[in-house]
């Protein structure tokens, strides 16, 4: 599976869109991106996941670039319950459940 | 559904101990997985199943067996337990190798 490059930390105001980055340069043609965040040691989180097209959902959406190589997950009106460590995730196609996590981001959602 | 539950929430163990964490899921996923997460890092994969008698070894798999008998139930055991596994494990379903993970609340394991 192709490695993920995420910011450590970011921080953003109640209400604003919270924007986060996530390079996968090495990606390949039939890894998918997923999103996954962790709130307060809780289990993980199911976001939004994508193969090459804009997705949106409920909860947040998600743009890749033409060329796959990043993505950004898109929270349109940030909470204070959105604070959390917001993992991105690349997994080939046909591969059991098997996830690699990295560190991932941690979110602040600031009043 | 009460999704993935996990037991016990807290245990404390010491070096040489054995014990099982159970995983238990409701909603007949055929994929079911075991990660640890240390302090500061990311989940790190120890064990997986693809169905009912099948497991296989993810990234950490030593000192740890698995078994799966039943769609509903993972368990994973500690043979003989190390500090190096003071950890919190997490239990994971889903219904397919595409399908998104639903992770059980966590067992915080304290080995001394």
């Known amino acids: 599976d192709a490695k993920t490059t995420q910011p450590t930390s970011m921080d953003c105001a109640e209400g604003r869109a919270a924007n986060l980055p996530c390079n996968h340069s090495?990606?390949?043609?039939?890894?998918?991106v997923y999103w996954y965040r962790q709130i307060h040691s809780q289990g993980p989180q199911y976001i939004i996941h994508?193969?090459?097209n804009n997705e949106t959902n409920e909860m947040a959406s998600l743009i890749i670039t033409e060329d796959r190589k990043s993505s950004t997950l898109i929270l349109p009106h940030a909470t204070l319950r959105d604070t959390a460590v917001y993992y991105c995730?690349?997994?080939?196609?046909?591969?059991?459940?098997?996830?690699?996590f990295g560190t991932g981001t941690r979110l602040q959602v600031t009043l | 559904n009460a999704g993935v539950t996990q037991t016990p929430k807290f245990q404390v163990l010491k070096t040489g101990q054995s014990m099982t964490l159970q995983c238990a899921q409701d909603?007949?996923?055929?994929?079911m997985s075991w990660y640890r997460q240390d302090p500061g890092m990311g989940l790190r994969l120890i064990h997986y199943?693809?169905?009912?008698?099948?497991?296989d070894q993810g990234e950490v798999p030593n000192g740890y067996n698995v078994s799966r008998s039943t769609t509903e139930d993972f368990p994973l055991r500690l043979l003989s337990a190390a500090p190096s596994q003071t950890s919190v494990y997490f239990c994971?379903?889903?219904?397919?190798?595409?399908?998104?993970?639903?992770f059980g609340p966590g067992t915080r394991l304290l080995v001394l």
């Open positions: 199943s693809v169905g009912a008698g099948i497991t």
């Open positions: 994971a379903s889903s219904s397919g190798a595409q399908e998104t993970q639903y």
């Open positions: 090495t990606i390949s043609g039939n890894e998918y």
């Open positions: 909603m007949n996923h055929e994929y």
């Open positions: 995730i690349v997994r080939r196609i046909g591969t059991a459940s098997k996830l690699t």
């Open positions: 994508g193969l090459k």
